[in-house]
């Protein structure tokens, strides 16, 4: 099992460009999140789909769309890039925080810079 | 609401123990530890539920108090592969999300 794998594991971007970052789970998980991490500030949450077919808005949603295309995929959209976007982000995935086995797993990250 | 962890960061010799704690300003119904390595994504350690259920890795033991909405994390006889920043999610009943505090880092030193 791959576990979940994030594409791609870095990238540079040019602000105003657009990108969309991909990740995939193969543990057959209800639930998947988008967080990024930046200095000091922990893991904050993008958006999140606790369900197939449904999202929601997390801590820090403007500037970012996602699309969970069936229960193994769940993607996440830069439309235009802004420097305060430079971050590394992380995809994770979970039956439910509050179901067995309860844990979240996350991908490896992808590394962001916008200029 | 972010959880606010203490300390932000700690330096030990190895042997040495440790304790992180995680406070919230909210009624909590869960309380989750991961640890993350420099360069690597977060691992789950263990959660504590409220009403006392608790589920981690053996090595490592932890307490939540419902009352003052705090949990703390014990590392004892330190080893340098506890190295790492140790962060806390916090769930709300019914919630299908954590909100992770800001870290701390813990350095073992030999």
């Known amino acids: 099992n791959a576990g979940v794998t994030q594409t791609p594991k870095f990238q540079v971007l040019k602000t105003g460009q657009s990108m969309t970052l991909q990740c995939a789970q193969d543990?057959?998980?209800?639930?998947m999140y988008w967080y990024r991490q930046d200095p000091g500030m922990g893991l904050r949450l993008i958006y999140y789909s606790a369900s197939e077919g449904t999202t929601d808005k997390g801590e820090v949603p403007n500037g970012y769309n996602v699309s969970r295309l069936n229960k193994r995929e769940f993607s996440l959209r830069l439309e235009s890039a802004a420097p305060s976007q430079t971050s590394v982000y992380f995809c994770?995935?979970?039956?439910?925080?509050?179901?067995?086995?309860?844990?979240?797993?996350f991908g490896p990250g992808t590394r962001l810079t916008v200029t | 609401q972010q959880p606010v962890q203490s300390p932000q960061a700690v330096i030990l010799r190895e042997g040495e123990d440790a304790v992180i704690n995680c406070s919230s300003s909210k009624a909590l119904y869960s309380v989750h530890w991961y640890r993350q390595k420099h360069g690597e994504a977060p691992v789950f350690l263990m959660i504590l539920l409220k009403g006392g259920e608790q589920k981690g890795h053996e090595k490592i033991s932890a307490s939540f108090n419902e009352k003052k909405q705090q949990s703390s994390l014990y590392l004892t006889a330190s080893q340098l592969s506890y190295s790492g920043t140790y962060f806390c999610g916090t769930g709300l009943e019914g919630a299908q999300k954590l909100v992770f505090g800001q870290g701390t880092r813990l350095t073992i030193n030999p």
């Open positions: 543990m057959n998980h209800n639930s």
């Open positions: 994770a995935s979970s039956e439910a925080p509050h179901r067995p086995p309860y844990e979240q797993y």
